[in-house]
């Protein structure tokens, strides 16, 4: 198969990206798209079928991976792992997580942020322009309770009626920006973190969405944001955030 050359720093939605990156030591072929694109899904599928020649070789760092994130990309590869008793794990903590939004705000890009109507702007737009329908469902995806999300969504709406609608929208927007940069310096120490459990895998299929195809584009960031985690830490985050999505099935 013939891997296409580019650069994930231009990627911006199309036909998916694939490259080959070195990171850690591990050759790691990197696929980005929007998740549930059919041609994502005929991407993976050809890589499955032409470079996984030695499973043994490999790990599969899938975002939804491990915590089944319902995409059609998701289902084709991990039904590919059980079947070659590979290994695949989710290195993605995702942005809109009260976790992610605690470390903006220790960061110096949160410095004028405050949390509670940065929390309500952040719930009104889930319900807004996501599949989640309301407060009780926003709650669970932020990780807080219901109590605490409706009241900082009161205070966001009041915020948004004094404010001029531009400048709502720009603050709502650098919020999103700036959760997905911090998003995506703590998930490639997540990435690492698996690097270093499964050692003895010398090839990595990386398989993220869009908002994370700059994954590898964060070495500068991480030490303007301090946000170096410990693997405590890091063990963590990805403990919540699998409480988090189960708790998400159980909602009807």
Do not use: C
Request: hydrophobic content about 40%; charged content about 30%; aromatic content about 6%.
């Amino acid at each position: 198969m013939k891997i296409r050359r580019g650069s994930f720093e231009a990627f911006d939605g199309g036909e998916p990206l694939e490259m080959y990156e070195e990171f850690e030591g591990k050759k790691v072929l990197v696929v980005g798209s929007e998740h549930g694109d059919p041609a994502v899904v005929e991407t993976l599928r050809n890589i499955l079928d032409s470079e996984v020649k030695s499973p043994e070789e490999w790990l599969f760092a899938i975002e939804g991976g491990e915590t089944t994130l319902e995409a059609p990309e998701v289902k084709v590869v991990d039904l590919f792992a059980k079947e070659k008793e590979i290994p695949i794990a989710d290195p993605i903590i995702d942005p809109f997580n009260s976790d992610i939004l605690n470390l903006l705000l220790k960061s110096k890009l949160g410095a004028n942020l405050d949390k509670q109507l940065a929390l309500g702007q952040l719930g009104h737009y889930l319900i807004e322009t996501t599949p989640v329908r309301d407060e009780k469902v926003a709650a669970v995806v932020l990780g807080v309770p219901d109590e605490e999300l409706v009241l900082a969504m009161a205070e966001a709406k009041a915020d948004e009626i004094i404010e001029d609608v531009e400048t709502h929208k720009k603050e709502v927007s650098d919020l999103l920006t700036n959760l997905i940069l911090v998003s995506n310096a703590v998930s490639v120490q997540v990435l690492k973190f698996l690097l270093k459990k499964h050692k003895d895998r010398s090839r990595v299929l990386l398989s993220v969405g869009r908002a994370h195809a700059h994954i590898f584009n964060t070495p500068n960031l991480l030490e303007y944001l301090n946000l170096e985690l410990s693997d405590d830490e890091i063990e963590e985050l990805v403990r919540v955030r699998n409480a988090k999505y189960k708790a998400q099935k159980t909602i009807k």
